[in-house]
């Protein structure tokens, strides 16, 4: 068992990469670009690891790391400060007072930096499959390994993409700003696609001891309201911010209070935000007034579907099951595939869903993710297959590293077992 200041350095780290870590990379960057700033934060970071356990936890985790990654930037600065500009901002951090730099923390305008990284991830001038993984890696603290694994690509070939994008940040000259509104509507979908992953990540994260994170939940929904707002209500940002409201709308049943994962058809629905889910209806009307509805919109009406319903069993999947053919038209992902035969099961029958799913199986779109090994495990136990569903649990738990979601689908699997 770990000593108590072990325990409690590394609950604090784990807290600051999960709270602060993006607050303070985006205050950096400000200050010193994107390369030293990553490089003296990860640097801050593992000086933490090193002296916390043994020094004790600083009152204010947050400032301690901001404090000895700006000592790190500025030791890096003078190495590299063969340029003006790079002699210019060394002066420019050496003149800042600690305290000045530290309170930066606790600012109103520490949101904004936050906004400008998030719209720097976004730029057209980075590759699109890319975008998504910076942002992924910024904002939201994931690692490297934790990224490839959410793209179903090898650590080595997502940190060769990252890498590229920085260097393309640094030599390409990205402004690190919130666009002018006409540039922004030129880049909305990539915007809308990247915040949808924020939010995703927020709602289950890729690995921890936490379902979700509400934190990250939470600044995917600030940020797009203000996007909302910066794009004067376009029918898709409309759209996206509904989608949010109404899935976060239901985050405080989805765990028990020892933090254990509720599926959708065990939940409270008495805990459900219905003022949330109010606001998210109306977004999604006026989005569908003012156009044809997107994809955000169609996966909006499925939630509103999802919430309006006074339980699951009266769900209305067969409007649901349409909703998602309909999807799967305009966005042709497995994973949308997967939900509407889930979805299907629920009207059909699960030996129609098990065929949907066997036959994505066999197309390989989602190899190796727990989604459909769990999908698969579900409707092999509701058809009595016993053997098969265990075999399909035991890959499913195999496949996540989020460990309420791996408890989850054990105690389903025990479930099957006992009989």
Not at 138 to 159: H, K, Q
Request: aromatic share 6%.
């Amino acid at each position: 068992m770990l000593p108590n200041a072990q325990r409690e350095a590394q609950r604090a780290i784990e807290a600051f990469v999960r709270d602060d870590r993006s607050r303070v990379l985006a205050a950096l960057v400000k200050r010193c670009g994107f390369e030293v700033a990553e490089e003296s934060l990860d640097a801050a970071i593992e000086a933490a690891v090193r002296q916390w356990p043994g020094e004790g936890t600083p009152s204010s985790p947050a400032a301690w790391v901001m404090a000895v990654a700006r000592r790190r930037a500025i030791d890096a600065l003078r190495h590299r400060a063969t340029r003006s500009q790079g002699r210019a901002t060394l002066r420019a951090l050496r003149d800042e007072r600690d305290a000045d730099a530290l309170s930066a923390l606790e600012d109103e305008a520490f949101g904004d930096d936050r906004l400008r990284l998030f719209f720097t991830c976004c730029h057209p001038a980075i590759a699109e499959e890319t975008r998504v993984a910076l942002a992924l890696r910024w904002l939201s603290g994931l690692s490297t390994d934790d990224v490839a694994r959410a793209f179903c690509v090898a650590p080595a070939t997502m940190a060769q993409r990252l890498t590229r994008a920085k260097a393309k940040i640094e030599t390409a000259g990205i402004p690190y700003e919130v666009p002018e509104k006409s540039e922004l509507r030129e880049r909305l979908a990539s915007v809308l696609e990247v915040l949808y992953a924020i939010f995703n990540e927020g709602y289950v994260a890729t690995a921890g001891t936490s379902l979700q994170r509400v934190d990250l939940a939470d600044e995917a929904l600030r940020l797009a309201a203000i996007l909302c707002a910066l794009v004067d209500e376009h029918p898709d940002a409309l759209s996206l911010r509904a989608l949010l409201l109404l899935v976060h709308a239901r985050r405080a049943a989805r765990t028990a209070s020892d933090g254990e994962m509720i599926a959708l058809d065990e939940q409270d629905r008495a805990l459900w935000d219905r003022a949330m889910i109010s606001l998210g209806k109306s977004l999604l009307d006026r989005a569908l007034r003012a156009g044809p509805p997107s994809a955000y919109a169609i996966e909006a009406a499925i939630q509103a579907l999802h919430d309006e319903s006074p339980s699951y069993v009266a769900t209305d999947f067969a409007q649901i099951a349409e909703l998602y053919r309909l999807l799967r038209a305009k966005v042709d992902a497995p994973i949308v595939a997967l939900n509407e035969a889930v979805a299907r099961s629920m009207v059909d029958g699960p030996e129609q869903g098990l065929r949907l799913v066997l036959a994505l199986e066999r197309a390989e779109g989602l190899q190796g993710h727990h989604a459909l090994f769990a999908a698969k495990a579900d409707l092999l136990r509701r058809l009595g297959r016993s053997a098969e569903a265990i075999a399909a649990y035991d890959a499913a738990i195999e496949a996540t590293r989020n460990e309420p979601e791996r408890r989850f689908l054990s105690r389903r699997r025990a479930i099957v077992i006992a009989g």
